[in-house]
């Protein structure tokens, strides 16, 4: 596989994209937390498409042993940095859709805003559940396609019928980057799971109230406060921008 030089570019400063994120970073925080809490402690944990570590903090004490994958050089070479202190860590250069890895070798594993990269979202998930034990535990964010806004805007230009479709849809920033970005509709997510033999323990609807007027006007606690009571409930029409599932692998 080849990795389009995005978080390689030296010019693109990952990190830095989060500086101005703060509401969306410690909504993503709390929904993974929270999944987590209901999954019991890992032997073994990866986290796939780890970028700069920001979430490690969230769950390198949820495990003995942390493994984190990414295929940008610059990603993995800034969590060593970042991450130095959590001894527990062992980063691998690698995509999810050919995990360097035998069957079963994972009881949990994590994946927070990569799916929305991946041109063959069935390979990833298929490779996911391959390396994970039977009965172990995936926590996967995509980026959602029928969020609020995008119901809003539909109703508004007639195209409500377009935005139901299951297929996903490319957003804006696909045309500077070059490197894929998809809005994935919940239920083909669902979809794609069940058919891996994953069942659908919890869903989160997440960032739920990422609007600049809302981050303006509202203090970051008051805002993190509505999203903590917000993320299951709204979870049954989905209007956050990001949606977390935690799904359980069958058996066998
Ligand atoms: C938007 S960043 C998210 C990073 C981190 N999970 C977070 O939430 O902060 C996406 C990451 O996925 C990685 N990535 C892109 N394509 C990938 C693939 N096919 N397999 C694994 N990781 C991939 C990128 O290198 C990047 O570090």
């Not at 995509?95 to 594993?109: G, H």
Request: glycine share 4%; net charge positive; proline share 7%.
């Amino acid at each position: 596989m080849k990795l389009t030089p995005y978080y390689d570019d030296p010019l693109f400063d990952y990190k830095q994209y989060w500086q101005a994120r703060q509401y969306e970073n410690r909504a993503d925080q709390l929904a993974l937390k929270r999944l987590l809490s209901l999954t019991p402690q890992a032997k073994k944990l990866i986290d796939i498409g780890v970028g700069f570590g920001r979430l490690t903090r969230c769950y390198h004490r949820h495990a003995a042993a942390c493994t984190l994958v990414d295929p940008s050089q610059k990603m993995l070479d800034q969590t060593r940095q970042n991450c130095r202190r959590q001894k527990n860590l062992t980063l691998v250069k690698a995509f999810v859709e050919n995990l360097p890895f035998p069957e079963a070798s994972f009881d949990t594993a994590i994946m927070v805003r990569t799916f929305h990269h991946l041109k063959e979202p069935e390979r990833a998930l298929a490779e996911v559940a391959r390396v994970l034990k039977p009965q172990g535990y995936l926590i996967l964010e995509f980026a959602n396609k029928i969020h609020f806004k995008a119901q809003l805007r539909a109703w508004l230009q007639g195209t409500v019928g377009r935005l139901h479709t299951l297929k996903p849809a490319p957003v804006g920033q696909e045309r500077q980057t070059k490197v894929p970005f998809l809005n994935y509709h919940p239920q083909h997510v669902i979809r794609l799971l069940k058919k891996h033999r994953f069942q659908i323990i919890q869903t989160l609807s997440v960032s739920n109230f990422r609007n600049p007027i809302c981050k303006k006007l509202l203090p970051l606690s008051f805002l993190l406060f509505l999203e903590k009571i917000s993320q299951k409930p709204y979870a049954a029409f989905w209007p956050g921008p990001s949606i977390f599932i935690l799904a359980k692998k069958a058996d066998n």
